[in-house]
């Protein structure tokens, strides 16, 4: 049923799209006005969702610790998976932030077939789904500046060569494409097939999946099957960026469906579980040395404790402390 | 109260640069009010298909070409109206559209779109 509503919930946008430019005529609106709402409200929620977090105070290092900790020079430790420094540390934000090392670790607990005990195998089909979702869709993000800047910069024009390097079909088909939605595709079989997995997937793990499979599939028919205007369209993106909105006209309606659910996720985003894209930099868990016992962290709430140090305890009691003969530091 | 605010500002301040990029691309080059406007060929005002058809479907029709001459041997001139093109880029769509940087170029290079056929063709040839 989740995954139902959430699917319910992304054909009513399109149908909304549809509607609203088929029938109504609101070309401007979907194509205008509606991105600046969503662009503003995208950047005002980010940096909103960034400054709650910066308020939230850290006290000590909560790092999960995946090997040996840093001990005694000669016990060797876990530099990456247990970073006493800042240099491990950076290193591991890197290896999770590029490869998603966490998803790599992900295991499958199975009974070996004749043997009657449980055996740990390592599970990657998430992993390699994960990656070629989301490293598709950075690179197919970056390809698509070629309709947000003018003149096209060099390094865009190299990335859609490299992407379309197979010259397969005219308009040539992207790697990235394919990564992008069996990626996805598979991220949401995933939900719906695994029994345990399907028990704890809510309709906010469903729709986003929804939302960018119809996003890429939008895309994909616009290239591949009804060739819409390109020229036209990046006409429109040009008035966006330079804040004069205009419809072209010929533009077919798939690119206000397009850019219709382009404009609720960028809404979606920072009230939602895709905040892990600013939230990944941010877990305590992963950001932080493990040097709990090497430096001093103090509690930022701690109250201010009056203290009585020694030198003041001496010159409190100095002249009872010579009479009984004890020791002072200071005459 | 922040804690570790250089660190996380500046990260947020990279964020929202890079988001906002294209507006200050726009801003720099001035050039978003620019249209590609290709040259059409004045001695006819007939393609092998309409206009719309020609901007959406012009790099099928020539996919289709090369592979029924290249690799079928199949060079049928198309007859349209009476009028017979050749199925070739350079001796068909070039009869008229002469001029590679005045015609293809013009919108191609607007859409980013960098297409092989001069990997092959000479322009003039």
Same mark, same amino acid.
């Given at each position: 049923m989740n995954a139902l509503y959430s699917l319910i919930a992304v054909l009513v946008l399109v149908a909304v799209a549809i509607l609203g430019v088929q029938a109504l005529g609101l070309q401007l609106f979907f194509g205008g006005i509606l991105p600046y709402f969503a662009f503003a409200v995208f950047l005002a929620g980010v940096v909103f969702r960034i400054q709650r977090w910066a308020r939230a105070p850290v006290p000590f290092r909560i790092p999960t610790t995946c090997g040996q900790q840093y001990s005694l020079p000669w016990i060797k430790s876990s530099y990456l998976d247990n970073p006493h420094t800042t240099t491990g540390v950076i290193g591991r934000m890197l290896l999770e932030i590029l490869f998603f090392r966490s998803l790599f670790r992900n295991t499958r607990a199975g009974v070996e077939p004749g043997l009657k005990r449980v055996v740990y195998s390592p599970s990657l089909w998430m992993w390699i789904a994960a990656l070629a979702f989301h490293w598709g869709m950075a690179i197919l993000l970056f390809r698509h500046l070629r309709f947000f800047l003018e003149p096209v910069p060099q390094v865009v024009s190299a990335v859609i060569w490299a992407d379309g390097f197979f010259q397969v079909g005219v308009p040539v088909f992207y790697i990235t494409t394919f990564a992008f939605l069996l990626g996805l595709f598979y991220l949401l079989l995933r939900r719906l097939f695994i029994p345990q997995i399907r028990y704890i997937s809510l309709p906010n793990d469903f729709f986003p999946l929804f939302l960018l499979l119809g996003i890429g599939t939008t895309g994909f028919l616009m290239r591949h $099957? $009804?060739?819409?205007d390109v020229v036209g369209i990046k006409e429109m993106m040009q008035g966006l960026v330079g804040f004069h909105p205009l419809v072209s006209e010929g533009v077919h309606y798939l690119f206000y469906t397009h850019i219709f659910l382009v404009c609720v996720l960028l809404v979606y985003i920072p009230f939602s579980k895709i905040m892990h894209m600013g939230g990944v930099f941010l877990s305590p868990t992963r950001n932080l040395a493990n040097n709990n016992r090497m430096k001093r962290h103090v509690n930022p709430w701690n109250y201010p404790v009056k203290v009585h140090t020694y030198p003041e305890y001496e010159d409190h009691f100095r002249n009872k402390m010579k009479e009984a003969g004890i020791p002072v530091e200071k005459d | 109260m922040f804690y570790d605010a250089g660190k996380i500002f500046t990260g947020l301040a990279i964020f929202l640069v890079g988001a906002t990029f294209p507006f200050w691309y726009a801003m720099a080059a001035g050039k978003t009010a620019y249209k590609p406007e290709p040259v059409f060929p004045?001695?006819?005002?007939?393609? $092998?298909?309409s206009t719309e058809q020609m901007i959406a479907g012009h790099m099928e029709i020539l996919d289709d070409w090369r592979n029924e001459v290249v690799r079928r041997s199949d060079r049928e001139p198309i007859e349209i109206n009476g009028t017979a093109y050749p199925k070739s880029l350079s001796r068909g769509c070039g009869?008229?559209?002469?001029d590679q940087t005045q015609f293809c170029d013009r919108c191609h290079e607007y859409a980013g779109v960098s297409p092989y056929c001069w990997e092959c063709h000479v322009e003039g040839d």
């Open positions: $099957v $009804v060739k819409t | 004045t001695s006819t005002s007939q393609c $092998v298909e009869n008229c559209h002469a």
